[in-house]
């Protein structure tokens, strides 16, 4: 079979195809014919050797995945041959809150991940996918979608009314707005691109700000809301927009703190945390339940993901490049199969 893996160095000049022999399914493990995989920005930081630069290799990139299960192992009793399914993210959480243990078995690192034809699992570590979805929406809901369900419905206990400041339209934040939406929240959502924000109004943003030609956004979320701020913060920036969402959030209002893409450090002034008594909610990714719960909600609601693009396997070094590109909107997917 084939996969793209790191085989002795990192980069994406270091990101190959080769060939792996077809691997058979164990006990208790399944073996999944991969239909799909998306990316997140974890995987490119993973690949340029930024998230882990002591992970082992070679590795197998890509956390996201989706597709069939073609065979299974002795005594695999909870999944069978054909039923469509995706990977779960972090393979021993399963239900309660987040430990190290649960934390270090991941795909995409340290774990191999996706971007291979065949992957070994076990049979507790797939989730099925929602009818309404093909595999190459299926394959962008493992991370991106469970964290903003994990942000707004687990942590944040959405309610219809609250209002959530988004950051970005990157997938997490697209898959926040369509939660915020469909649960009666209203919305407002930042974008250096006029062309991206006039798109996030058809998905049905409420407000919009491009934060080049408003800087200082925090004052103008302050108008929008009478200066009451914002009830939630999907916080998808990191260091360097953190204190403009302290001004912009509400007395105990919640910020959910998912990405770095601003940076992972600054100098920070904690006293609005104290005086506002916010509450600054790490969030990474869910368990599993949490995922099976989301996926009754989306199929109900019905909620389809936003794709921007969709590469062939062959292309997937300039997949990583595009995503890297900032220019996306919603996930960027690799066909497999």
């Known amino acids: ?72 192992g002795p005594g695999v009793s909870q999944v069978k041959v054909g039923d ?7 393979q021993r959480w399963f239900e309660g809150g987040l430990t190290r243990e649960k934390a ?30 093909n595999f190459q929406e299926a394959a962008t809901l493992p991370i991106a979608a469970l964290t903003a369900w994990s942000a707004l419905v687990d942590e944040g206990q959405l309610k219809p009314g609250d209002t959530v400041l988004i950051q970005g339209t990157g997938g997490v934040s697209l898959f926040a707005l369509q939660l915020a939406k469909a649960i009666g929240a209203r919305t407002i959502l930042l974008s250096s691109s006029d062309e991206k924000l006039a798109r996030a109004k058809t998905l049905g943003a409420d407000e919009i700000l491009n934060y080049v030609t408003t800087p200082q956004w925090d004052r103008a979320v302050l108008d929008l809301t009478e200066g009451q701020g914002v009830d939630h ?36 002034n904690v006293l609005p945390v104290l005086m506002k008594r916010i509450r600054l909610q790490g969030i ?43 220019r996306h909107f919603g996930k960027i997917v690799i066909n497999v199969d």
């Open 1 to 72: 079979m084939r996969v793209w893996e790191l085989q002795h160095a990192f980069g994406l000049d270091a990101l190959a195809i080769t060939e792996r022999p077809t691997p058979s399914p164990g006990p208790g493990e399944v073996r999944v014919q991969v239909k799909a995989t998306s990316l997140n920005y974890r995987d490119l930081l993973m690949v340029q050797g930024l998230y882990n630069p002591k992970q082992p290799l070679p590795l197998i990139p890509v956390s996201d995945g989706a597709g069939v299960i073609d065979a299974v």
């Open 84 to 90: 469509r399914v995706m990977g779960l993210f972090a």
């Open 104 to 133: 270090k078995a991941t795909l995409g690192g340290p774990l191999d991940g996706l971007l291979a034809e065949h992957v070994i699992l076990p049979e507790t570590g797939v989730v099925a996918i929602p009818e309404h979805l």
């Open 284 to 326: 990474y990714v869910a368990s599993k339940a949490s995922f099976e719960a989301m996926n009754k909600a989306l199929s109900q609601l019905p909620i389809h993901p936003v794709i921007d693009r969709i590469f062939p396997f062959e292309e997937a070094v300039s997949a990583f490049e595009y995503l890297q590109s900032g």
């Open 233 to 268: 913060v999907i916080e998808v920036g990191g260091a360097n927009t953190l204190s403009l969402s302290m001004n912009a959030v509400r007395h105990q209002g919640a910020i959910h703190v998912i990405g770095i893409l601003s940076g992972a450090a600054s100098q920070l």
